[in-house]
């Protein structure tokens, strides 16, 4: 009996251990992971988030029906928590649910960095009405898509934007788009 006890208790902490997936980095207020729904996952997360939070993608490929949409938020971070900007990717060309990829409206002092987005049906990274926009080590872009959206990076009507370290391709308008944002680096 102690045998049966002792191996049953073996294989408890083993699934425990396996079914944990990524830890939740100390930095991170918020925190989600792939799943079987990701834009159900990824906007329940997003409810009733406040000023100066941290939303952290863990790595993975995030699939998306409908627009992820922050808005009237300051200090916010929203981050890939993989080793490079690649190993965190919001794919939405399965999008149906609307034009835009990631939506930030009205977003002061917003960090966006280290992550990859794809294939939504028209923008897809889309910030206005911010102040203090960074984007920071991303990668934004059509792989799948045909015919592409049209602008990877798009911070309009919002002022002091940095886009540091960052990549558009696959465009089919410009990818990246500040024509309508003050003081822009």
Not at 29 to 44: E, H, K, Y
Not at 78 to 91: H, I, K, N, S, Y
């Given at each position: 009996?102690?045998?049966i006890?002792?191996?049953?208790?073996?294989?408890?902490?083993?699934?425990?251990?396996?079914?944990?997936?990524?830890?939740?980095?100390?930095?991170?207020?918020?925190?989600?992971?792939?799943?079987?729904?990701?834009?159900?996952?990824?906007?329940?997360?997003?409810?009733?988030?406040?000023?100066?939070e941290?939303?952290?993608?863990?790595?993975?490929?995030?699939?998306?029906?409908?627009?992820?949409?922050?808005?009237?938020?300051?200090?916010?971070?929203?981050?890939?928590?993989?080793?490079?900007?690649?190993?965190?990717?919001?794919?939405?060309?399965?999008?149906?649910?609307?034009?835009?990829?990631?939506?930030?409206?009205?977003?002061?002092?917003?960090?966006?960095?280290?992550?990859?987005?794809?294939?939504?049906?028209?923008?897809?990274?889309?910030?206005?009405?911010?102040?203090?926009?960074?984007?920071?080590?991303?990668?934004?872009?059509?792989?799948?898509?045909?015919?592409?959206?049209?602008?990877?990076?798009?911070?309009?009507?919002?002022?002091?934007?940095?886009?540091?370290?960052?990549?558009?391709f696959?465009?089919?308008?410009?990818?990246?788009?500040?024509?309508?944002?003050?003081?822009?680096?």
């Open positions: 009996m102690r045998q006890n002792f191996a049953l208790s073996v294989i408890s902490i083993l699934l425990s251990l396996v079914s944990c997936g990524p830890s939740r980095p100390a930095d991170c207020t918020r925190f989600v992971t792939p799943s079987a729904d990701d834009t159900g996952t990824v906007n329940a997360a997003i409810v009733g988030i406040a000023d100066c941290t939303f952290c993608f863990a790595p993975g490929t995030y699939r998306f029906t409908d627009p992820v949409d922050f808005r009237d938020l300051e200090g916010l971070t929203v981050r890939g928590t993989g080793a490079t900007r690649a190993e965190v990717v919001l794919d939405f060309s399965g999008e149906t649910g609307g034009a835009k990829g990631l939506t930030f409206t009205a977003v002061n002092d917003l960090l966006l960095e280290n992550l990859t987005v794809l294939d939504a049906p028209g923008d897809n990274i889309f910030a206005t009405g911010s102040m203090g926009v960074t984007f920071r080590n991303v990668s934004s872009g059509w792989v799948t898509r045909m015919p592409s959206g049209r602008y990877a990076l798009y911070p309009v009507q919002s002022t002091n934007v940095l886009l540091d370290d960052v990549e558009a696959g465009s089919s308008d410009a990818g990246i788009y500040v024509g309508q944002a003050t003081n822009c680096i």
